[in-house]
């Protein structure tokens, strides 16, 4: 049974108040685009980001892959990090399902992408390179918030060569609540945007994504063809308006701990943990066995994300203080562990 679970912010279960809110949800068929509660998400949502329209749908992955192919055609091509989810975590899709090609450019150290590469990736109006139509950005990148100034000058960049510009706001809310900016202050940056309701914020299903109103008609359209035209979403529609009403705010509680659980992890510096970004830990041990040190971890109930040598803790509705504590006892437990046999060895 796990107790502490921080893989993810994406692992929270609805509490009592949003399951009543979902029990409770008026339904209708939301492909006849007559489900109330959708509806009212959907204004709800399109409201608070100051953008004309906005559409549900079933995933983050989903939102992204519309939003893009909403904007490029077959045959053109975006500009997006390297280590950007939509290009690297989203199984390739706009290239496979969207035929654009995706022209990917390196994330600097705090999730940007440098000016001049975005400049110099645009190709010229030339029939041998594919066009260039979009730049897509991502914030929090990483749990890492992208500097105003950057979203201004990066988004005012592509605008002044011509191309579109999409946010994956999948930790919108995390962004805005840690750099004290309105979400519709760094949504009106960007053309279109898409958010996930699923993470940090709780609800159990549910990604939006919000634009211009033609944007949204094609995106409805493209929805469609991906699968996506959902039925009675209002119950989930309605786990998404309580999770904006009243799971905003505690995301600055989720980055509170998880810079305590930076703390904790650099009191073990052969655990190479980094600083807190939003609700996000990153670490990459050095001179441990990690696999050694993630069963010790399970063993005490508490899970930790992340692959390739590079360990990720998340905070989250379902994580505490206790939480953290019981971190900093297996820590405890795992390096006392660790110089024990070479005691025990010059004992012997
Ligand atoms: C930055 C980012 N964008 C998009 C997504 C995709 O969301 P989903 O898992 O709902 O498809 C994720 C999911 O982890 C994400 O972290």
Redesign the pocket.
């Known amino acids: 049974m796990m107790v502490d679970d921080f893989r993810?912010d994406?692992v929270t279960r609805p509490c009592e108040g949003m399951r009543a809110a979902m029990a409770a949800a008026e339904v209708g068929d939301a492909v006849y685009d007559d489900c109330p509660t959708t509806k009212r998400l959907e204004a709800m949502v399109s409201e608070r980001l100051g953008k004309e329209a906005a559409l549900f749908f079933?995933?983050?992955?989903?939102?992204?892959l519309a939003g893009l192919m909403a904007h490029c055609g077959r045959g053109e091509e975006y500009l997006v990090g390297q280590m950007?989810?939509?290009y690297r975590?989203?199984g390739g899709g706009a290239a496979v399902l969207g035929s654009i090609q995706p022209q990917p450019l390196p994330n600097e150290p705090d999730g940007t992408i440098a000016l001049d590469a975005i400049a110099n990736a645009i190709k010229p109006n030339d029939f041998h390179f594919a066009m260039t139509r979009l730049l897509a950005l991502?914030n929090?990148?990483?749990g890492l918030v992208l500097p105003d100034a950057y979203l201004e000058a990066a988004t005012q960049l592509a605008r002044s060569r011509g191309l579109a510009t999409h946010l994956?706001g999948?930790?919108l809310m995390n962004a805005a609540v840690a750099s004290g900016r309105d979400a519709a202050w760094i949504a009106a940056q960007f053309d279109s945007v898409?958010m996930?309701l699923?993470?940090g914020l709780g609800a159990p299903v549910?990604?939006i994504l919000v634009g211009p109103k033609d944007f949204i008609e094609k995106a409805r359209r493209i929805r469609k063809m991906l699968g996506g035209g959902m039925r009675q979403t209002g119950v989930l529609a309605a786990a998404a308006i309580y999770a904006l009403e009243h799971n905003v705010t505690p995301l600055s509680e989720d980055h509170r701990r998880a810079a305590a659980l930076a703390e904790v992890l650099a009191r073990f510096p052969d655990l190479g943990a980094g600083p807190s970004r939003t609700n996000m830990v990153f670490m990459t041990p050095k001179g441990i066995d990690t696999g050694a040190f993630a069963a010790l971890l399970g063993s005490r109930g508490i899970a930790v994300g992340g692959r390739y040598g590079t360990l990720r803790w998340v905070t989250h509705l379902d994580v505490d203080d206790a939480s953290v504590e019981r971190v900093a006892e297996a820590c405890e437990i795992f390096f006392d562990r660790q110089t024990t046999p070479a005691v025990s060895k010059a004992r012997a």
């Open positions: 993810s994406t079933p995933t983050g992955t989903q939102a992204n950007a989810h939509t975590l989203e991502e929090t990148f990483n994956d999948a930790r898409s996930c699923s993470k549910g990604s």
